[in-house]
């Protein structure tokens, strides 16, 4: 499945990364850690989430970069969806994200519906962020601080 993700990657250049409602430290890390490896790769990368970054993780590189809002002008080519289930969990914007033409899931749930072609899922995982960094290594994608 990894080099799968990896070829999505490397054929397109606009992202969009989203995750669960009422965000947790999973989804907020494993977001930003996605954001900043495909930064880094030179691809353009929004971060959307539906709920305001609850403010204990503001303290993290690129959380301040987070939307709230789609502008209906984003021509997205690919949508990360991490640590969630089934993809109403992102909320509202759910329709949307459901027409971007490549879905990657990303998640650690043993309820996950595999909503998606593409989907990196491992219940074994502790959490969604310990599978963004396996990717990361397979790939062999510097991890930054």
């Known amino acids: 499945m990894h080099r799968r993700i990896d070829e999505q990657i490397g054929r397109h250049r ?3 990364i989203t995750a669960h409602e009422r965000l947790d430290g999973d ?14 790769l030179g691809k353009e990368v929004v971060v959307y989430n539906q709920d305001r970054t609850p403010g204990n993780f503001l303290f993290l590189p690129g959380s301040d970069l987070i939307v709230h809002e789609l502008s209906p002008a984003d ?16 909320g509202k914007a759910a329709p949307r994200i459901a ?23 491992d219940p074994a995982a502790s959490s969604t962020g310990e599978l963004i960094f396996g990717l990361a290594r397979d790939l062999g994608r510097p991890v930054t601080p």
């Open 27 to 40: 989804a907020v890390g494993s977001e930003l850690a996605l954001f900043h490896m495909l930064q880094d």
């Open 75 to 90: 021509p997205f080519e690919v949508a990360f969806v991490l640590d969630c289930g089934e993809l109403d969990r992102v």
């Open 14 to 16: 606009r992202f969009l």
């Open 99 to 121: 027409k971007i033409p490549n879905l990657i899931n990303i998640d650690h749930h043993v309820s996950n519906g595999g909503f998606c072609e593409i989907r990196l899922a």
